[in-house]
């Protein structure tokens, strides 16, 4: 499998350079040169597998250079501390809606699917490269103590996680700091996510620093995160009884990987009805499905803070196909992105988006209340991103089955569960001390200087 670039104007590549590298170099974000295909025999072929097994099947012909056997080991190491022992259960909630629960990894959000297979994948590669690498990455949340947790203890890496000082909830900043690994460095800097994100594009941008400690990335444009999360929606759909039936997924967004995921899946053969596209106030997405019109808004802050987005970065790959796979045209729409603040599709274009894709719009107040209906009705207390895709779900009811991605587990956001169930969720058994635990994290001022040097001192080599 080779990874060609959206921009069109970068080498290609193969697996394990699309792993190490993330972004292309002429800015672009990898896609695969085809979609592998399942046939309906491959799916049913998946029934009653194992998910690690289902994985590697799914997982194999994008992963060039990787034996069967070899990923087999690796998904399954990947999956064994997950607490659900499916890995991905269904919950059905009512007669044709069903919860996929993303949320049983060690951070509780579904970032931990893609993110343990990911450190994997990069302790393998670089063992077999025998080179060394420093992961420096921003969060405001979710992300950073994924990565910590798939990292941690790896040889071969380093990693810093740079967060806004006193602006992410103290769950999020416990289950980072709290993991005292040699290898794993917990920067609060003073200042805000921008911020941080700014110091980073400074670290990747100085490129005699970013040569001296061999800098790479593990944020949500990673490939080999995408294609990690196709698995379950794929092991989703068979379980519904896919292929001989079509299925909606109800997908939370922020930078469009999730849902992109679900889009690979109907790529490679899986029948999909329909993929909804569920947002909060922060809407880029939502309005561009209404109209084709792709246009940057400032960023609001709500209780699902993983989706308070604004560029959503992944969003370039299915821009990508609509073009026709012409990177012209991708150079041409983030050009206008970043001059005059967003572009329009054609109508073309815009129609055949919505084949596939419909999209749906919640704002807080509904979030609220989708929590507390869910909670009465059911007893069964969902995260407000799960609550913004559930919420999409119930109102726009495509025909057929349909799935909402649960994303994160209730005790992740506890204070706006409380608001609107009038419960706190407690944490799971194996995080119950979390509020216990030793902290460990530097403080540094939002100087890119400072970030060098704390690095450099760091970073075992
Ligand atoms: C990251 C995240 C999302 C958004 O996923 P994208 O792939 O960025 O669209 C939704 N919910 C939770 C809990 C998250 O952590």
Redesign the pocket.
Known sequence: MQYISTRDQAPEVSFPDVLLTGLARDGGLYVPGFWPQLSHDDLRGLAGLSYPEAATRILLPFMDGIEADELLAMTRAAYADFADPAIAPLRQLSEGHWLLELFHGPTL???DVAMQLLGRLFDRELARRQQRITIVGATS???GSAAIEACRDRDAIDIFILHPQGRVSEVQRRQMTTVLSDNVHNIAVQGTFDDCQALLKGAFNDLAFRDEVTLSAVN?INWARVVAQVVYFITAAVALGAPDRAISFAV????????FAGYGAAQMGLPVEKLIVATNRNDILHRFFQTGAYRCEDVVATQ?P??D?QVAS?FERLLFDLAGRDGAVVRQQMAAVTEQGGFQVSPAALRQARELFISCRVDEAATTATMAEVFRELGVTI?P?TAVGLRAARELMPDGPVVTLS??HPAKFPDAVEKACGQRPPLPDHMADLYEREERCAVLPSNLAALQDHIRRLRRS
């Open positions: 959000a579904f970032k949340g979710d992300t949500s939370p967004t922020g930078n469009f990987g999730d849902v699902s993983s989706m987005i992944n995260d991103h994303t994160a």
